[in-house]
Nanobody, 122 residues
Framework: QVQLVESGGGLVQAEGSLRLSCAAS????????IAWFRQAPGKERGFVAG????????LYANSVKGRFTISRDNAENMVYLQMNSLKPEDTGVYYC???????????????WGQGTQVTVSS
């Protein structure tokens, strides 16, 4: 069992940067793949970035590749999403999620944070 809490969202201008944090509780944190998903108004919740438990593998949505970086610190039970060169289309509620295997599919994740709002103005 793992509990997740996101923080770091806010309002930024296009081309700006923001770092999201996902704080986890649970003794088995390092065994979970952690992913970030986002949901814009009227849109499906979609995969943004993921990182495996041992941090050997990362994966990014094409729309954020080269701009976003996911990382984790298992000693501190933390996952981060560094977002650079933000665009208005990055606006949405960002969720961190934990699952047993690496996947881009929402259904593979069993534990979810409450979400944090990111708004990018043009």
């Amino acid at each position: 069992q793992v509990q997740l809490v996101e923080s770091g969202g806010g309002l930024v201008q296009a081309e700006g940067s923001l770092r999201l944090s996902c704080a986890a509780s649970g003794r088995t944190f390092s065994t979970y793949t952690i992913a970030w998903f986002r949901q814009a108004p009227g849109k499906e919740r979609g995969f943004v970035a993921g990182i495996t438990g041992n941090a050997r593998s990362t994966l990014y949505a094409n729309s954020v590749k080269g701009r976003f970086t996911i990382s984790r610190d298992n000693a501190e039970n933390m996952v981060y999403l560094q977002m650079n060169s933000l665009k208005p289309e990055d606006t949405g509620v960002y969720y961190c999620a934990a699952g047993p295997v690496a996947s881009t599919q929402l259904s593979q994740y069993d534990h979810w944070g409450q979400g944090t709002q990111v708004t990018v103005s043009s």
